[in-house]
């Protein structure tokens, strides 16, 4: 009985390993696909339009804020001023001190949540091809070919997704896809 047992599981791990062996395995750079997105050319203008009219004009709102509240600290007589209201005003200008000084950081939080909410469903999208075309052509594991620095000789899938996607792909960046270049 134990014999028996004993040639299923090494018939078993036979079977694994050889079936690991004949799994095939792709790669993709899932961003040079999301780049290539009509969608992403309209994004990256609503970016810049964002950065422009939304980050660059709160941040001139609230210098002006902080100006103002800070000049009704320093230039008006505080003597008859509540102390609540001094208080307040206090807090107010250390508080907007604070997001002048740290203007970059919360900008570029900003800048990054809303990147992430309109790219979101391009990634989705390109996502949801990829395991398509992972499907349809037999692929076990799809690697991104970024993730790692050393990795088994794989397909490119770039090119199947762009088609399937009906995304044009450079030349420039097949070669960069597939590791050769022209040096």
Do not use: H
Not at 109 to 129: G, H, M, R, T, W
Request: glycine fraction near 4%; include cysteine.
């Amino acid at each position: 009985m134990k014999k028996i047992i004993s040639v299923l599981v090494i018939a078993c791990g036979l079977l694994a390993a050889t079936t690991a062996k004949a799994q095939k395995i792709a790669y993709i750079r899932i961003d040079d696909m999301v780049s290539l997105m009509p969608e992403a050319a309209k994004i990256d203008t609503l970016l810049s339009k964002y950065q422009t009219d939304s980050l660059n004009g709160t941040l001139n709102n609230i210098v002006q804020e902080y100006q103002y509240k800070d000049s009704m600290l320093t230039k008006v007589d505080t003597s008859k001023t509540p102390k609540q209201v001094l208080n307040q005003l206090r807090n107010d200008v250390n508080v907007l001190a604070y997001q002048i000084q740290n203007w970059q950081t919360l900008a570029s939080q900003a800048y990054q949540n809303k990147q992430q909410q309109l790219f979101s469903p391009i990634y989705d999208k390109v996502i949801s091809a990829v395991r398509t075309v992972a499907k349809e052509k037999g692929y076990a594991y799809v690697l991104s070919k970024d993730v790692f620095l050393v990795a088994p000789d794989g397909d490119d899938m770039l090119p199947a997704v762009a088609a399937r996607l009906g995304v044009k792909v450079p030349p420039a960046l097949l070669q960069k896809s597939s590791g050769k270049t022209n040096q």
